[in-house]
């Protein structure tokens, strides 16, 4: 299942509507469109308890009433949890950066790159926004248009890693071999190498040798 829409109801609404779900509903019917089943994934909305933070997951197969429904614990904290995760791609992955600790992004960048379900309006969007504040402290995020802006004060993303092959993956471990053996060579830094579906090296097993090179005699 993968949720669409995030629809919050107040603790008494909510509970009507978990004891009636063959109900009709004005919010289904005005989200129809944002369920349905692609292949073996069901797309549904979310409706939140503002009181508990349980939900319920909906399927309403173009009906105003919810015929396909699976109740949700911890709702709320699973897409603060999944937001959190999705900010600190942002910030760590450097999306949007545009140097000088700034960064810029539009809604149409993110569902494309990042998740297709960050929408502005669908209440799952201004739950990422609070996670991106929080994950970086950051006072405000502004909003210009689609755009999003922010300042992450003394805040430097990670630089993108480097896919290397196979050949340089083992030229790098056979000169670390090298280097591990007093035998020249040098030590390899895989920092930020991104390696892929490259096949595994090993170096020899005469003897169990400490990562760290030993001060030749």
């Not at 292949?39 to 503002?50: E, F, P, Q, S, T």
């Not at 309403?60 to 009433?65: K, L, Y």
């Not at 248009?145 to 790098?172: K, L, Y």
Request: hydrophobic fraction near 40%.
């Amino acid at each position: 299942m993968k949720s669409k829409k995030v629809i919050t109801l107040p603790g008494g609404q909510f509970q009507e509507f978990q004891s009636n779900l063959l109900g009709r509903y004005d919010f289904l019917t005005a989200n129809t469109d944002r369920m349905f089943r692609a292949g073996n994934v069901y797309h549904c909305l979310l409706v939140l308890d503002a009181s508990s933070g349980c939900g319920i997951l909906v399927e309403s197969e173009g009906a105003d009433s919810a015929r396909c429904a699976a109740f949700f614990p911890g709702a709320r904290q699973y897409l603060e949890s999944w937001a959190a995760e999705m900010a600190e791609d942002v910030l760590q992955g450097g999306f949007g950066y545009q140097g000088d600790y700034t960064w810029q992004m539009t809604w149409a960048d993110l569902q494309a790159q990042v998740d297709s379900a960050l929408q502005p309006d669908n209440g799952i969007g201004p739950v990422f926004l609070q996670a991106l504040m929080k994950q970086a402290h950051i006072a405000y995020v502004e909003h210009l248009g689609d755009s999003i802006h922010f300042t992450v004060p003394d805040f430097t993303p990670m630089p993108n890693p480097r896919s290397i092959s196979q050949e340089e993956a083992d030229v790098m471990c056979a000169r670390h071999v090298l280097w591990l053996y007093d035998q020249g060579g040098e030590q390899a830094d895989f920092f930020q190498l991104q390696f892929g579906e490259l096949g595994s090296v090993s170096p020899p097993q005469t003897e169990q040798r400490s990562v760290s090179k030993r001060p030749a005699a």
